[in-house]
């Protein structure tokens, strides 16, 4: 079995029980905050802002942050505080354990960033469309994210830092610079997937979407496959003289 | 019936050799794995709980290879060193959770006998966060045992427990080893394997030491050289009197006021230091090992290797 209940209820305990929870719920709040504040402040279905709050904030700021606490915490911080050796010393596949993390990671990454996009969208006014594409292509990104991320908190005890780079320099500088740079995004991926069902100039999608879906797919399974790996060869450090 | 094998077996660290080729055999009963802090314990009980690779030699548990072989802890127990449990979690929840965890058939049985075994029914409903040091180290055992393996691994089980709660793990191991369980557990405190296993091994800087019955183990350590810081109201007279018994092999006067006295007889030379002084008018001020540290210990068994060897 690829899904373990006990895993899974372990996971959501342990991270919507810690103080960052806080942490990646009120960057969720911000936008609705925000939708509504600006909804009041510039009615009317003629202004652009919704462009800019659900796709430059809701998209790239919301979504990839959201999936870095959260992918990088459900297994990361029980191998940084030593609590996975309970979890670990038991016969479980280590393949179950990443998908169980995967799964619980990619589930509340939909509801604390996809979910608010969606409800930003649907407040936004004229932005229903927009506000629906963006949130098919955030479930998207929250698998992809996810998965990526939940390799990264196997493979080293940097995932946080070394995520914000992807996040802060390879997405947002170079892949909107670079084209080629887009093939291995994850965020383009998602955008890709929302262009293709609510075309928007504003979006920059760079990639189509059956490129966007054949990429994340091969992301999302390769990160997968090299996270059991190396949680199957997870070791713990003894005493060194 | 031997349940864990090591042959050959070391572990290295880039260029630091952790543990150095140990061949051991361990059976059913209880095992205390003996040594100064850094001697490779708790290397070597990774290696056997499967949570670390060898560098070379061959491990197995019950004939199977433990490393990146899951399967190993349906037979297999371990009570880690660090602290870090679900702290989130009541100590019942995090004992119902790991025998769900090992998918037993009667979860309800399982965790009430071993809550119980572990005497934490009392605190069983708290949160984790809320327990002492002793109480989280007595909840990893019931989480180890919910199960009921053959195999309980421990790595210094013992630490901050209070003598009570000390005393009643030590009655809890033996029982454990008394019912025919493999219990390995390691320990840097002479005393807490004395008290509890028949059979030590010991390691020192990455080697196995000294192997067998504890008793002849100890006899070794004892039996060793001592040194001595004597002062008395006369220290030429007693340094004359010493010189010429076959228990003392050296004495010499300190830059302090004092002797220096080495045997190779503590027992005697004890009982003679008395007889000695009061023999001869003499004040006895003061008297002092001064090599009594566990690495003085362990030191003097490694370089009696490889006659130290017990089994």
């Given at each position: 079995?690829?899904?373990?209940?006990?895993?899974?209820?372990?996971?959501?305990?342990?991270?919507?029980?810690?103080r960052r929870a806080i942490l990646f719920a009120l960057p969720a709040v911000i936008l609705i905050a925000l939708?509504?504040?600006?909804?009041?402040?510039?009615?009317?279905?003629?202004?652009?802002?919704?462009?800019?709050?659900?796709?430059?904030?809701?998209?790239?700021?919301?979504?990839p942050f959201t999936a870095l606490v959260i992918g990088t915490?459900?297994?990361?911080?029980?191998?940084?505080?030593?609590?996975?050796?309970?979890?670990?010393?038991?016969?479980?596949?280590?393949?179950?354990?990443?998908?169980?993390?995967?799964?619980?990671?990619?589930?509340?990454?939909?509801?604390?960033?996809?979910?608010?996009?969606?409800?930003?969208?649907?407040?936004?006014?004229?932005?229903?469309?927009?506000?629906?594409?963006?949130?098919i292509g955030a479930l998207a990104g929250a698998v992809i994210y996810s998965a990526v991320f939940v390799m990264a908190s196997v493979l080293t005890t940097r995932a946080i830092m070394i995520g914000l780079l992807y996040v802060l320099v390879w997405e947002a500088l170079l892949a909107?610079?670079?084209?080629?740079?887009?093939?291995?995004?994850?965020?383009?991926?998602?955008?890709?997937?929302?262009?293709?069902?609510?075309?928007?100039?504003?979006?920059?999608?760079?990639?189509?979407?059956?490129?966007?879906?054949?990429?994340?797919?091969?992301?999302?399974?390769?990160a997968i496959i090299i996270a059991t790996r190396s949680l199957s060869a997870f070791a713990l450090k003894g005493d060194p003289t | 019936m031997t349940a864990i094998e090591l042959t050959g077996v070391s572990r290295w660290y880039g260029n630091v050799v952790a543990v150095n080729d140990i061949t051991m055999s361990i059976g059913p009963g209880v095992t205390g794995l003996l040594g100064p802090n850094g001697a490779g314990k708790s290397t070597i009980l990774h290696m056997i709980a499967g949570f670390l690779a060898p560098s070379k030699g061959e491990l197995t548990v019950e004939g199977t290879a433990t490393w990146q072989n899951p399967e190993i802890y349906r037979k297999l127990g371990l009570v880690p060193e660090r602290d870090s449990v679900y702290a989130f979690l009541t100590g019942e929840e995090f004992v119902r959770a790991t025998a769900k965890l090992h998918k037993m058939p009667n979860v309800e049985t399982a965790v009430r006998n071993a809550i119980d075994m572990t005497d934490m029914a009392e605190a069983q409903d708290r949160k984790i966060s809320t327990y002492s040091k002793g109480m989280r180290q007595r909840i990893k055992v019931a989480a180890a045992l919910v199960h009921d393996p053959e195999i309980l691994l421990l790595d210094e089980p013992f630490n901050g427990m209070d003598p009570r709660q000390r005393l009643h793990m030590m009655d809890l191991l033996d029982r454990l080893g008394a019912e025919g369980r493999v219990i390995?557990?390691?320990?840097?405190?002479?005393?807490?394997?004395?008290?509890?296993?028949?059979?030590?091994?010991?390691?020192?800087?990455?080697?196995?030491?000294?192997?067998?019955?504890?008793?002849?183990?100890?006899?070794?350590?004892?039996?060793?050289?001592?040194?001595?810081?004597?002062?008395?109201?006369?220290?030429?007279?007693?340094?004359?009197?010493?010189?010429?018994?076959?228990?003392?092999?050296?004495?010499?006067?300190?830059?302090?006021?004092?002797?220096?006295?080495r045997t190779d007889d503590f027992g005697k030379f004890c009982a003679q230091i008395a007889v000695l002084t009061r023999e001869g008018g003499i004040t006895l001020r003061e008297l002092l090992p001064t090599d009594e540290s566990l690495e003085s210990v362990f030191g003097y068994l490694v370089a009696s290797q490889p006659s130290s060897q017990g089994n």
């Amino acid at each position: 079995m690829l899904f373990n209940p006990v895993v899974a209820q372990l996971t959501l305990r342990a991270t919507l029980g810690r103080r960052r929870a806080i942490l990646f719920a009120l960057p969720a709040v911000i936008l609705i905050a925000l939708t509504l504040i600006l909804r009041a402040s510039h009615p009317g279905n003629g202004t652009n802002w919704p462009d800019h709050v659900l796709g430059d904030f809701g998209f790239s700021v919301l979504l990839p942050f959201t999936a870095l606490v959260i992918g990088t915490g459900v297994l990361g911080a029980e191998i940084d505080d030593g609590s996975a050796i309970h979890l670990l010393a038991t016969p479980i596949h280590r393949r179950t354990i990443i998908v169980t993390k995967f799964a619980v990671a990619a589930a509340l990454t939909m509801v604390f960033a996809a979910v608010p996009e969606l409800i930003a969208g649907l407040l936004a006014p004229g932005s229903r469309g927009l506000g629906f594409a963006l949130f098919i292509g955030a479930l998207a990104g929250a698998v992809i994210y996810s998965a990526v991320f939940v390799m990264a908190s196997v493979l080293t005890t940097r995932a946080i830092m070394i995520g914000l780079l992807y996040v802060l320099v390879w997405e947002a500088l170079l892949a909107n610079v670079v084209g080629g740079a887009r093939i291995l995004s994850i965020a383009h991926y998602s955008l890709g997937i929302a262009n293709a069902i609510h075309p928007d100039a504003n979006l920059q999608a760079g990639l189509t979407l059956s490129t966007s879906v054949i990429l994340g797919i091969v992301a999302t399974v390769g990160a997968i496959i090299i996270a059991t790996r190396s949680l199957s060869a997870f070791a713990l450090k003894g005493d060194p003289t | 019936m031997t349940a864990i094998e090591l042959t050959g077996v070391s572990r290295w660290y880039g260029n630091v050799v952790a543990v150095n080729d140990i061949t051991m055999s361990i059976g059913p009963g209880v095992t205390g794995l003996l040594g100064p802090n850094g001697a490779g314990k708790s290397t070597i009980l990774h290696m056997i709980a499967g949570f670390l690779a060898p560098s070379k030699g061959e491990l197995t548990v019950e004939g199977t290879a433990t490393w990146q072989n899951p399967e190993i802890y349906r037979k297999l127990g371990l009570v880690p060193e660090r602290d870090s449990v679900y702290a989130f979690l009541t100590g019942e929840e995090f004992v119902r959770a790991t025998a769900k965890l090992h998918k037993m058939p009667n979860v309800e049985t399982a965790v009430r006998n071993a809550i119980d075994m572990t005497d934490m029914a009392e605190a069983q409903d708290r949160k984790i966060s809320t327990y002492s040091k002793g109480m989280r180290q007595r909840i990893k055992v019931a989480a180890a045992l919910v199960h009921d393996p053959e195999i309980l691994l421990l790595d210094e089980p013992f630490n901050g427990m209070d003598p009570r709660q000390r005393l009643h793990m030590m009655d809890l191991l033996d029982r454990l080893g008394a019912e025919g369980r493999v219990i390995l557990f390691s320990s840097h405190i002479l005393e807490e394997v004395e008290k509890l296993s028949g059979t030590i091994q010991v390691m020192v800087a990455g080697r196995l030491a000294a192997s067998g019955d504890f008793r002849a183990i100890r006899r070794l350590m004892t039996s060793r050289p001592h040194v001595f810081h004597v002062r008395t109201s006369d220290d030429r007279a007693l340094a004359a009197a010493l010189v010429g018994r076959p228990y003392t092999t050296a004495v010499e006067f300190t830059d302090k006021n004092g002797l220096q006295v080495r045997t190779d007889d503590f027992g005697k030379f004890c009982a003679q230091i008395a007889v000695l002084t009061r023999e001869g008018g003499i004040t006895l001020r003061e008297l002092l090992p001064t090599d009594e540290s566990l690495e003085s210990v362990f030191g003097y068994l490694v370089a009696s290797q490889p006659s130290s060897q017990g089994n």
